[in-house]
């Protein structure tokens, strides 16, 4: 079965609304909402496809594009290689030319309409900001509270709190403490033990490599409302990732880091091939700085998440 290629766009208004338009009763994954777009013809560019199509259904001529994401779904009847695009600017007023419904929603509200399945890893990448921030490990509590303010203050929207070496109650405590914080502000993701999941309903959770391994047989281990991530290094963890539908990971170690400097990193390269196969927002972690955002964009990442180099101060 040949794979269509698609070309479509998560499209973003000044107000940082994004346009989603709803797809006929009588079409594949008829009823549900989508991204706009249509399929790449034979020796068209992906980019010329996307300023075709989105001229046809909206009326709207790109002026600022980039690549944003690639998912390669199989349906029942149907292959799909969806080449996602995010578009921050464009010429003309966006309508449903072809006479769909639209709809402008604020990112969060994403996750309340029906998307087809394939859709389900570029709601997630609309919703996720570019940088991904990991806490340092050997601060005092009180030093953690100032910086992750720091952060809030300064825009960062996601944040790890890692903490591997405080014992499980003084985790426990500083994790209410920051969960408080990046209330309204920033999505919190914790690391432990799953058994701690109903303890913590707001926030994300981040699985090890490990977990990752002992639990992704048994698939999800709670409902798509709350973010699931995992850490990974290799395409056999990329492979367990998306097996238990995680939303995002980390891609590890890009480069030579003073936290695993026994670890044999990556490099761009390798990273942009796990990547091909990755069909999850990917963060690349490890000797990356936040000015290193484009280059991860380039070889297919979300963006990048790191330690030092993201720490406040």
């Known amino acids: 079965m040949k794979r269509i290629h698609v070309a479509a766009a998560v499209i973003r208004g000044q107000d940082g609304r994004i346009l989603i338009a709803r797809r006929a009763d009588d079409q594949h994954q008829g009823g549900l909402w989508e991204f706009p777009g249509g399929k790449v013809e034979a020796g068209e560019a992906v980019r010329d496809a996307l300023d075709r199509e989105l001229q046809e259904e909206l009326g709207?001529?790109?002026r600022a594009a980039r690549p944003l994401i690639q998912v390669r779904h199989d349906y029942p009847d149907k292959q799909v290689l969806l080449d996602i695009w995010e578009v921050t600017a464009f010429a003309g007023e966006a309508h449903g030319a072809e006479g769909q419904p639209l709809a402008w929603v604020e990112p969060r509200q994403l996750a309340d309409y029906q998307f087809p399945a394939a859709n389900q890893p570029i709601v997630a990448a609309a919703r996720l900001p570019d940088s991904y921030l990991i806490t340092p490990e050997g601060l005092p509590p009180q030093a953690l509270l100032q910086g992750v303010r720091e952060a809030l203050a300064a825009g960062i929207r996601l944040i790890q709190l890692r903490a591997p070496g405080m014992f499980d109650a003084q985790y426990r405590d500083l994790a209410v403490d920051i969960q408080g914080l990046c209330a309204g502000k920033a999505q919190l993701m914790l690391k432990g033990p799953?058994?701690?999941?109903?303890?913590?309903?707001?926030?994300g959770w981040h699985l090890t490599a490990e977990q990752l391994r002992?639990?992704?047989?048994?698939?999800r281990p709670f409902p798509t409302a709350r973010w699931l991530a995992a850490s990974c290094h290799d395409a056999e963890e990329l492979r367990l990732a998306e097996q238990m539908a995680v939303d995002f990971v980390t891609l590890s170690p890009l480069q030579a880091t003073q936290?695993?400097?026994q670890a044999q990193p990556l490099g761009w390269e390798r990273a942009g091939e796990l990547l091909q196969g990755c069909n999850r927002p990917a963060y690349l972690l490890g000797g990356v700085a936040p000015a290193d955002v484009e280059r991860a964009w380039a070889v297919g990442a979300q963006g990048v998440a790191g330690i030092r180099a993201f720490w406040p101060g």
């Open 60 to 62: 709207i001529s790109p």
């Open 259 to 261: 936290t695993h400097p």
């Open 214 to 219: 002992s639990y992704a047989a048994g698939g």
């Open 194 to 203: 799953l058994e701690w999941l109903g303890d913590f309903p707001a926030a």
